[in-house]
């Protein structure tokens, strides 16, 4: 899979919740100006009219090589679905505060222009600030592992086998250290659940 373009505020602004996988109606220019990255997602969103799913505000550039022939960079092009498919994306959306949103767009492996849409349900203020917390932590935590392999292989240079107090038995140290970190994750995510959870009391 080739990704062109995701729709970052979809994440940002959404609670995604079922995906589905759409191929979507272009002419050649719009094709060949996908392949050279030429896509954007601002304002965009999907609707269903008339029993037809459409693509709003999918920015493609126009195809430089083809200028007279090209669309409007952003007219509303037809996503294709299985009718079953639409019926269970209908059914989703008589939901209350649920909206249809664009999450990206790529070539699959047979070279076909894709579209991933989701339904999702708008954010709370706490929901964002939960989701910042959470990025701010893994980022923290990623950059404290680089500086411990650093410093450990550092200290290991020339070394064939290390072992501290059994602290590396069974694993590499990369595998330990890891390992650690990823229950720190997990108890980082604990707390800023519990965070949430008093900010909604």
């Given amino acids: 899979m080739s990704t062109i373009a995701t729709n970052k505020k ?3 602004n959404y609670k995604l919740l079922d995906k589905w996988e759409c191929g979507i109606a272009l002419n050649g220019g ?10 954007s ?30 669309e409007e960079p952003a007219r509303p092009r037809k996503l294709l679905v299985h009718a079953k498919e639409l019926e269970r ?3 989703n959306l008589t ?3 649920l909206t249809l949103i664009p999450t990206k767009i790529y070539f699959n492996k047979k070279g076909w222009a894709k579209v991933e849409i989701a ?11 939960e989701d910042i917390k959470k990025r701010e932590i893994k980022r923290e935590i990623d950059r404290s592992v680089k500086r411990i392999l650093a410093l450990l ?9 290390v072992h501290a107090q059994g602290l590396f038995s069974g694993q590499t140290r990369q595998e330990r250290i890891k390992q650690w970190f990823q ?15 008093f900010t909604l009391m």
């Fill in 10 to 12: 979809a994440y940002h």
């Fill in 183 to 197: 229950q720190k994750v997990i108890q980082a995510d604990a707390q800023a659940d519990n965070d949430a959870h």
């Fill in 153 to 161: 292989l550092t200290v290991s240079l020339g070394a064939s086998t």
């Fill in 95 to 97: 939901r209350k505060g």
């Fill in 41 to 70: 997602f601002t304002d965009a969103f999907a609707h269903i009219d008339k029993g037809e799913l459409f693509l709003y505000n999918l920015h493609i550039n126009p195809y430089e090589q083809a200028s007279f022939l090209n």
């Fill in 89 to 91: 994306i209908n059914g």
């Fill in 119 to 129: 339904v999702g349900q708008g954010k709370k203020l706490y929901d964002k600030r």
């Fill in 30 to 39: 719009e094709v060949k100006s996908l392949r050279a990255g030429g896509a």
